[in-house]
T-cell receptor, first 118, second 113 residues
Framework: GAVVSQHPSRVICKSGTSVKIECRSL??????MFWYRQFPKKSLMLMAT?????????EQGVEKDKFLINHASLTLSTLTVTSAHPEDSSFYIC??????????????FGPGTRLTVL | AQTVTQSQPEMSVQEAETVTLSCTYD???????LFWYKQPPSRQMILVIR??????QNATENRFSVNFQKAAKSFSLKISDSQLGDTAMYFC??????????FGKGTSLLVTP
């Protein structure tokens, strides 16, 4: 139980285009989802906290107009990288905290999305 | 703000041996959780073990156990009977109840035959 999927797993796009990444909790409901960014051989950096039905909370230094987050249902959050540039290339990981159907004090992670901007 | 420190960037252990990964944290919170996550080359984050701060008993999960010293703010992970599949990056994480995870910088563990 407590499975989180992410789609796509890899994406390559041209500079200036937008990319949408989906994060789904498959067998539990998640009021709260988190988006992280990870550079090679580095730790996970929290970008934003996504709450179902309300605006996301962004960490300091993260541009909310560039990284659009939508959490429209209890099982789906999306991250859209708008007008992507090469410096946005990274590994993006989502996690979900169970509202029900899982441990509410534990985050379950998706497999990540590798974004490459040419 | 909470900080998590992992002082061992890299470690190596032979198969079947025991290894301990260190983690310290700093917080003024009383209600929190501590975790160890494993990230193998696939980069999928896998929960290894969790500990509630209010519990005095150290958590165990099969070959994995922790030494939780609340007063010292220390949370080390012991891996017994190490296996080749344990090779991964290990992250210690702190979570204030209801909030996001704060991760340490990680320890790269290599298990050798």
């Amino acid at each position: 139980g407590a499975v989180v999927s992410q789609h796509p797993s890899r994406v390559i796009c041209k500079s200036g285009t937008s990319v949408k990444i989906e994060c789904r909790s498959l067998d539990f409901q998640a009021t709260t989802m988190f988006w992280y960014r990870q550079f090679p051989k580095k730790s996970l950096m929290l970008m934003a906290t996504s709450n179902e039905g309300s605006k996301a909370t962004y960490e300091q230094g993260v541009e909310k107009d560039k990284f659009l987050i939508n959490h429209a249902s209890l099982t789906l959050s999306t991250l859209t990288v708008t007008s992507a540039h090469p410096e946005d290339s990274s590994f993006y990981i989502c996690s979900a905290r169970a509202t029900s159907g899982g441990r509410t004090d534990t985050q379950y992670f998706g497999p990540g999305t590798r974004l490459t901007v040419l | 703000a909470q900080t998590v420190t992992q002082s061992q960037p890299e470690m190596s252990v032979q198969e079947a041996e025991t290894v301990t990964l260190s983690c310290t944290y700093d917080t003024s919170e009383s209600n929190y959780y501590l975790f160890w996550y494993k990230q193998p080359p696939s980069r999928q984050m896998i929960l290894v073990i969790r500990q509630e701060a209010y519990k005095q008993q150290n958590a165990t999960e099969n070959r994995f156990s922790v030494n939780f010293q609340k007063a010292a703010k220390s949370f080390s992970l012991k891996i017994s009977d190490s296996q080749l599949g344990d090779t991964a990056m290990y992250f210690c994480a702190f979570m204030k109840a209801g909030y996001a995870l704060n991760f340490g910088k990680g320890t790269s563990l290599l298990v050798t035959p």
